[in-house]
């Protein structure tokens, strides 16, 4: 309830926290929401609190440590991919305006305020969590499928999917 009522759907533009929402967007695939919920202050503790430049440098020994943290989801593929995508969001950082620009141009710079009713409504994909996924995976990144991707738009405010009739429907559109 918390998440929902404080930080799903606000637009963030903070460049390692777009990282860390993406990443844990990844490890969530083919799990419930509240199970990656649950264990987002491990997953910080265990991934140095998300620096994108610390995972960059992760060695197979910290591969292996993370394999046997049960405080975290132990998929090699997801661990090694936030790694990947770690290296690719830094030369994003270095070579770009940077990641939040990268991600907020496919907006045009403001949330796509959508207007549904019922949940059946909310799709689970977009041609535009199409075409970010596309440009993501080009440039590097992994586990950044369309619906992945779109699951990440509506977390991070990209796009406003609290239906109508929810309290934060308004309030989000007004950020």
């Known amino acids: 309830m918390a998440y929902h009522d404080e930080e799903w759907g606000v637009p963030e533009y903070d460049d390692r926290a777009l990282y860390e929402k993406l990443i844990l967007d990844g490890f969530q695939a083919g799990l419930a929401w509240i199970t990656i919920l649950r264990k987002r202050d491990a997953f910080r503790d265990a991934f140095d609190g998300f620096e994108p430049e610390k995972i960059a440098r992760y060695t197979p020994k910290k591969v292996e440590a993370l394999m046997g943290d049960a405080r975290i989801v132990r998929n ?62 080009a440039r590097g990144f992994k586990f950044c499928g369309p619906t992945i991707i779109y699951a990440f738009m509506q977390a991070t405010g990209l796009v406003n999917d609290h239906l109508t009739s929810c309290h934060r429907h308004k309030e989000c559109a007004a950020l």
Do not use: C, H, Y
């Open 76 to 137: 090699r593929l997801k661990i090694e991919g936030a790694i990947r995508s770690a290296q690719v969001w830094l030369d994003m950082m270095e070579t770009s305006p940077g990641f939040s620009a990268f991600l907020w141009d496919f907006v045009d710079g403001k949330p796509v305020v959508n207007r549904f009713k019922t949940m059946r409504d909310v799709p689970a994909e977009t041609p535009l969590s199409r075409a970010m996924s596309k440009e993501l995976k």
